[in-house]
């Protein structure tokens, strides 16, 4: 089974704080994205990498940063964590080719106080 | 860009009834439709998808049509039971990226059902 996890389930950090979600999987995934979920607003994508050390900006890019050092980690940044940063986040994963699943890790609710 | 308009944003069925959920689109180059449904607490999971050389697909009690003149899809659940209450995201991928390509997700659909 894929496995996709995020490091903690549930974060409150404070205005201003530096904030790091950690992601990784373990089926050797090419791609992975980061996504915050809002209600009503689907799945939004924040950045994505097909590769180590490469990145692109999705939709909602502002106020975060990514980092894909290896292989099998991909690290969501928020350098200066605002209220309207609270949210839940997904991380997830997919093989190359052009229809491969794409599997999702469990969130992380982040709640910036 | 592309854009996945879902609707409705909730539905609330009796068991053992049908339920449908659609979604359009705007990239007619896009091919491929892959639905997630997301349980409380977990991440969404892919339960069906289909490409856009097949107008429709099934498994078990979901299918899923495709109208690519139309550029809308939908997802049919059949005989409802109380573990398909969740939320259901439709999506679609335009083919113009890499590999790594972005699928555009929907808003969202909240499947409730009734006992």
């Known amino acids: 089974d894929v496995k996709v996890t995020q490091s903690s389930r549930y974060l409150v950090k404070r205005t201003g704080e530096k904030v790091f979600l950690e992601c990784v999987q373990d089926?050797?995934?090419?791609?992975m994205f980061w996504y915050r979920q809002d209600p009503g607003l689907g799945l939004r994508l924040i950045y994505f990498?097909?590769?180590?050390?490469?990145?692109e900006k999705g939709d909602i890019p502002e106020g975060y940063s990514v980092s894909r050092e290896k292989k099998e980690r991909f690290s969501l940044i928020l350098e200066s964590a605002s209220t309207n940063q609270t949210s839940m986040y997904l991380c997830?994963?997919?093989?190359?080719?052009?229809?491969?699943?794409?599997?999702f890790g469990p969130g992380t609710r982040l709640t910036v106080l | 860009g592309e854009n996945v308009e879902q609707h409705p944003s909730t539905l609330s069925v009796q068991e053992g009834d049908s339920a449908v959920i659609k979604c359009t689109y705007s990239?007619?180059?896009?091919?491929?439709f892959p639905w997630y449904k997301q349980e409380l607490g977990k991440g969404p999971q892919l339960i069906i998808d289909?490409?856009?050389?097949?107008g429709e697909k099934k498994d078990q009690r979901i299918a899923v049509t495709l109208n690519k003149t139309a550029k809308h899809f939908s997802l049919h659940i059949t005989e409802t039971q109380p573990e398909d209450s969740a939320v259901y995201f439709c999506?679609?991928?335009?083919?113009?990226?890499?590999?790594?390509?972005?699928?555009?997700f929907g808003s969202g659909t909240r499947l409730s059902i009734r006992p």
């Open positions: 997830a994963s997919r093989g190359g080719g052009s229809y491969n699943e794409q599997f």
């Open positions: 089926m050797d995934h090419e791609n």
């Open positions: 990498s097909y590769d180590v050390k490469m990145k």
């Open positions: 990239d007619s180059a896009s091919n491929y």
């Open positions: 289909i490409r856009s050389n097949v």
């Open positions: 999506a679609a991928r335009p083919p113009r990226y890499s590999s790594a390509s972005k699928i555009i």
